[in-house]
């Protein structure tokens, strides 16, 4: 059974967060080295849960909240950095593309070169929101998104901080690292994730872009135990689209189990979206792989099914 993990992150020197803030002063530990590590150390630790392929992309926020001109080099250079490790071990890794999200007709190009040039599998677009004020529906990001439509790769929607006074709003008088935690990790990301993707929905995107294939993580980012009620409340006679909420969420979006390791909600993601359409995923090095390849083990699937989730779904997707 050949497993497949596709949220697992690096970052660059240029890109990492500085000594005690971000997320080093949120989770702390060895992030840093582990984030820097695209050789042995992050090989040898696949191989001791027995994870054949990690699909890496560069943690939140990569370049997307640095200026036009600073995103674009800084995203090259983030890519090259991956796509030399790739080219190192071209059976045990592949690459999401860093894009420069401030500018979405230079972040298309960007996708082109990294698919087209350096053999990437996709993009990570890490919450807009947080970096650039606006959600991916937002029209500006129409060349991007026409773009990896017609590449036919997918686009993986993560979860980043969020702006500052929504923050402010949402979490007033909380100690500042459990703030913190409570807006990313521990909640915050999951729900801004599945209304980033309950967006592009009702605005249409899917209509626009059929073909646009959209993987997030997270066991679907809450939306899997929503889906019903969601479909209840927006009707086609209310949204104004031909068709349900739900079936544009499960023909054109693709779910990973990363950082969830619980069989309840792994279980409910694989009843709603089906065993075709969920994907395995760790979250290396925010959880350990040994953690998310246990799960993987424990889930009650048939073997042919659970070599889907494993790693045949992602390698149909993917082109793996």
């Known amino acids: ?17 500085p000594p005690g ?20 150390g992050r090989l040898a630790g696949m191989d001791s849960a027995g994870i054949d392929v990690q699909v890496i992309s560069h943690n939140a926020p990569a370049a997307q909240h640095l200026p036009t001109g600073e995103a674009l080099a800084r995203s090259r250079e983030a890519n090259d950095v991956l796509a030399t490790a790739v080219r190192a071990h071209p059976d045990r890794l592949a690459g999401f593309a860093t894009l420069p999200t401030a500018d979405p007709a230079a972040a298309a190009d960007e996708l082109e070169r990294a698919v087209t040039g350096l053999g990437f599998v996709g993009a990570i677009v890490h919450s807009t929101l947080g970096t650039n004020g606006t959600f991916l529906d937002d029209p500006g990001y129409e060349p991007l998104l026409a773009r990896a439509e017609r590449l036919d790769v997918p686009l993986y ?5 969020p702006p500052g006074a929504l923050r402010d709003i949402l979490l007033q008088g909380l100690p500042p690292r459990l703030a913190g935690l409570l807006a990313s990790s521990a909640w915050g990301w999951h729900a801004e994730a599945g209304l980033h993707t309950l967006r592009l929905v009702v605005t249409g995107v899917f209509d ?5 294939r959209l993987i997030i993580g997270h066991c679907g980012e809450m939306l899997p135990f929503m889906m019903a009620r969601v ?7 209310r949204t104004g689209l031909p068709r349900a909420v739900s079936d544009y969420l499960l023909h054109n979006v693709w779910v990973t189990t990363s950082g969830m390791f619980s069989l309840p909600p792994l279980l409910c993601t694989l009843q709603v979206f089906g065993v075709d359409r ?3 995923s760790v979250d290396h090095p925010f959880a350990p792989n040994a953690l998310g390849r246990a799960v993987l083990d424990a889930l009650p699937l048939s073997p042919a099914d659970k070599a889907k989730v494993a790693g045949a779904n992602a390698a149909a997707l993917l082109g793996l």
């Open 278 to 280: 969920v994907l395995f």
């Open 157 to 161: 929607l993560h979860p980043s901080p």
């Open 1 to 17: 059974m050949r497993t497949i993990a596709l949220e697992e992150h690096f970052w660059t020197p240029a890109l990492a967060a």
């Open 208 to 212: 626009r872009h059929p073909g646009l």
């Open 21 to 40: 803030t971000g997320v080093l002063a949120l989770l702390g530990g060895d992030l840093d080295a582990q984030l820097r590590d695209l050789g042995e």
């Open 231 to 237: 479909d209840a409340v927006l009707t086609p006679q």
